[in-house]
């Protein structure tokens, strides 16, 4: 499984394309698809991007709903009817559709940050905002980490 660190800005080109940081396409390889799935994420107004086999693990962890019930069609519905496979091209570029650019209010600047088994997507002047806001939270709430074996 992918693991994605680090925060890198890159821009959009006249094309629609943006380069996929180097170390998010190296922590790709070996995948069966050679690119990125992306979809709005419903808590702010950026992409969240993942890699074909934690796409599936989501899909597994959907089978804990009952397979008919609204909560499972909404999770379902939200994640994976809105999610794009873009493949990267022969220069690890891939292009953003303009329903998830509009999502994002992504223009030009790029914004990919790496959250650990999943990265983020935002509109460059859109991030530092956020990034405050969270170190702010962590902050104000105590936030740490569980200890190994100790459930919350």
Known sequence: MAL????????MDKKGRVSV???????LVGQNFQG?????????DCLEGFDYASMAE?????????MFSSAQDDLATSIFAEAVQCPFDSEGRISIPA???AHAKIEEGVTFVGLGKKFQVWSSDKFEKRREAARANVAKEGLTLPRPGVSS
């Open 58 to 66: 989501l899909s597994e962890r959907l089978d804990h709903f009952d």
């Open 4 to 11: 994605f660190l680090s925060t890198y800005v890159n821009k």
């Open 99 to 101: 329903h998830l650019m």
């Open 21 to 27: 940081p180097a170390p998010f396409r190296s922590a």
């Open 36 to 44: 990125v799935v992306l979809f709005r994420a419903t808590g702010h």
